[in-house]
């Protein structure tokens, strides 16, 4: 068994955990204000997060190919923790690039860099994730989890 297909099954095991121990019950009033309009809420979106990383982390152990050897070394030793260190730098200049430039500006950038470092088989591709993607997660988390995100104070 390859590195990425137990890894896959290990964060399966712990999100199914997540979901059926951790994650509170959803109940309550389905409807909510005065209008009698469904709505889900924040109260979800534990569910949905959890439910995700159970979706992908089956993903991973179901696709998961054993490991050959690169001819270049791309993705091993040195360069691999190099990666891997740029991208905690990333997602800490998200974080604060939220702050300043809002959730959709920072998201799509934060996107560009991740393809611009990770060098994507198709740049069109990548182009099109960039922006739908983060346009996407904005009206979700805004308009069906109503919750507030970060404006930015540039814009």
């Known amino acids: 068994m390859n590195a990425p297909r137990l890894l896959g099954i290990v964060v399966a095991a712990l999100a199914l955990g997540y979901l059926l121990v951790l994650v509170p019950d959803l109940g309550g009033d389905p409807f909510s204000g005065g209008g009698r309009f469904y709505t889900v809420g924040p109260s ?3 569910y949905l997060a959890g439910g995700l990383v159970l979706l992908f982390s089956v993903a991973v152990a179901l696709e998961a190919k054993p490991a050959t050897g690169d001819a270049d070394g791309s993705g091993s030793g040195s360069r691999g923790l190099g990666l891997g260190l740029l991208f ?6 998200y974080a604060l690039g939220m702050l300043l430039v809002g959730f959709l500006a920072a998201s799509i950038l934060f996107l560009a860099a991740v393809f611009a470092l990770y060098r994507p088989r198709s740049w069109v591709v990548a182009g099109i994730l960039a922006i739908v993607v983060p ?15 970060p404006s930015g104070r540039l814009f």
């Open 44 to 46: 979800a979106l534990p």
């Open 88 to 93: 905690v730098g990333l997602t800490l200049a």
């Open 135 to 149: 346009i996407v997660v904005d009206v979700i988390l805004r308009e069906l989890f109503l919750i507030p995100l």
